[in-house]
DNA sequence: GTGCAAAGTTGCACTTAGTGTAAATACGTG
DNA sequence: CACGTATTTACACTAAGTGCAACTTTGCAC
């Protein structure tokens, strides 16, 4: 019966691996709030998390990885918002919606705490790189998938390029702005952040940039003025 | 004598330093080439370089990070360009002239063998990304600077990593479409890649993109329609 | 040139990361 | 419950990265 489900409960053997997994990043986040970067090591997460130091690296290839799973996990849900996309609609559009859907604080949460503990550190800012890449790559193959096989591959790697930038763009100015402030203005913020810099993608960047943008200002780039 | 000339020639010791890192910088590509990734460890390429272990970590903090040093290279090159530039020019302007510094031979010459042998590496790709990464900080700088410490601080930051982003997708389908080829047709095959990323940048990524871009097309983007 | 201080290099010792392997344990199914 | 398989663990080992003190080279003044 579980097979024919289609919430395809994973089998208790899944379960317990996603448990010991997520067990395992909480203690890694658990430790840098405790202890600060770079004041931890491996063991002290394995042992955190009631798990040898071996499992640990069943599990992740290294101590930063375990920290960027939480960016990992924020991107999958973009992801997957933009994936459920219909796939006729602008793929602008599609990905601005995408992008809100992360200005919501039980998606947010965890990164911006990740954001505020982290702010220099060389090896963990890598690792955070190499997950907005991972999720660059799987935007390019979505996109690919909507728009055809034939869709011209500059285009499709500039793109998703840019729309990752926007959002790092979006996500950076807000924190900066904002720290890990999650009110409701906070976020509204931060959305607003999100449609102005999909918008500049939609637009050009041609405007030389307003002095200041007026956080107030009712999601100028909001109509859907750039179909493909 | 030598502290009045402009050309500044950096006093021995300096010259030694940068010889030295080079030195490693060129060990490190010699045992990537001769070995193949990960086939090598620090100390190889410490004693093919003729100089210790520990002097190695004085001059990279990783291996990964010697081996980076080269798309370093490639990126300070642009963003020298990038500098030179008028400051009333516009700034995609700017940003277009100086990628089209990197379709040199010289210059891409390492970077593109760079790319044949390490299409495959998590450690090495998080470097790269962190080369590419710092380049966008440093572009950020520079057109604060151009455009004045008031200009919005988003718009700044989703344009400097979409042209990054634009210079990434243009060298990427350049590498796969061409490999390590820097013939001139290649060369310009890539000068053409840019011009039309860095287009897309300009105008919006609004066009469903043409199903071929077809490499012959005088340079769709490139006057100057997109002025800031 | 001689001597001296500062900069750079090296060797050594040490902690931690990361991996292979094989034994032990937990799980799911019949 | 018992059996096969997935997972965890212990152990051993190589290599990364760092602090420190001794040593060598360089730049400079005399």
Redesign the pocket.
Known sequence: M?TTDTTALP???????LA?RQAIADAALAMLRSRGVGN?????I?EEA????????????????ALASVTEGFLDHALEQFRLRPSDEPILDSARAALMALADPMTVSPMAELFSLTHDNR?LVRSELEAWDHCTTQIIDAARRRLGPDVNELYLRALAGSIISCGKAAMSVWFEQHGPDLSAESLASLRQHLIDAIGLLGSGFTAPAPQTPSAHSPQPAADPQYSA
Chains 1, 2 share one sequence.
Not at 11 to 17: V, Y
């Open positions: 579980s089998s208790r053997r899944e379960q317990n691996k010991t931890f090591t491996v063991e002290d394995a009631g798990v040898s130091r071996r499992t640990f690296f069943n599990y992740f290839p290294s101590l930063e990885a090896a």
